[in-house]
Nanobody, 114 residues
Framework: QVQLQESGPGLVKPSQTLSLTCTVSGASITTNYYYWSWIRQPPGKGLEWMGAVVYSGSTSYSPSLKSRTSISRDTSKNQFTLQLRSVTPEDTAVYYC??????WGEGTQVLVSS
């Protein structure tokens, strides 16, 4: 069973870069056909897919966030990371990492505020 756990700061100041890490257990992030995503949910709004890194290392991003987002991976630690640059209060959300649609982390709350 794949398990995911998000980690990172709960508070980020405007204009800074948000960095979150997803630690995976129960499967290797290089396993064929696995798809590792970052998804967020702002308060009172729906889920927003941000981007993903697949088993081969290729990445894809939401067009609306592409200019500010980077997703990378550390295969030695079985982790993948999200960086969101130039954050604003509108980036306040619960951030989730997920594999496909079936396995999600519990989410981590991020507040962007000075």
């Amino acid at each position: 069973q794949v398990q995911l756990q998000e980690s990172g700061p709960g508070l980020v100041k405007p204009s800074q870069t948000l960095s979150l890490t997803c630690t995976v257990s129960g499967a290797s992030i290089t396993t064929n056909y696995y798809y590792w995503s970052w998804i967020r949910q702002p308060p009172g709004k729906g889920l927003e897919w941000m981007g993903a890194v697949v088993y081969s290392g290729s990445t894809s991003y939401s067009p609306s966030l592409k200019s500010r987002t980077s997703i990378s991976r550390d295969t030695s630690k079985n982790q993948f990371t999200l960086q969101l640059r130039s954050v604003t209060p509108e980036d306040t959300a619960v951030y989730y990492c997920a594999e496909g649609v079936a396995s999600w982390g519990e989410g981590t709350q991020v507040l962007v505020s000075s």
